[in-house]
């Protein structure tokens, strides 16, 4: 089970264990499509690795989305993910 929860982050339940995913700090100007991009983060990089990787994956791609306007324009590749990830850590 995962719950997102917007600048909290996300909680997750499951064989992995129980553990939260912080979000990381953005300035906010559109949420439409964050839990969209936020699934399709954490699906293109479930079973990769460790299911954290993709929390975290997922919460960096919502996080660059809700950033910019609009829904689909402000849904990252993954060539953008990275670099955030790479700045983030």
């Known amino acids: 089970m995962i719950i997102t929860l ?34 399709g983060g954490f699906l293109s990089q479930y079973g ?17 989305a809700v950033a910019h306007v609009g829904g689909q324009p402000s849904i990252p590749d993954a060539a953008a993910v990275t670099a955030f990830l790479k700045g983030a850590h």
């Open 48 to 64: 990769r690795g460790d299911v954290a990787d993709a929390l975290d994956y997922a919460t960096a791609a919502s996080g660059i």
């Open 6 to 39: 917007a600048e909290k982050g996300s909680y997750y339940s499951g064989p992995s264990g129980d553990f939260s995913i912080p979000a990381y700090t953005v300035q906010a100007v559109d949420t439409t499509g964050a839990g969209d991009t936020f699934i």
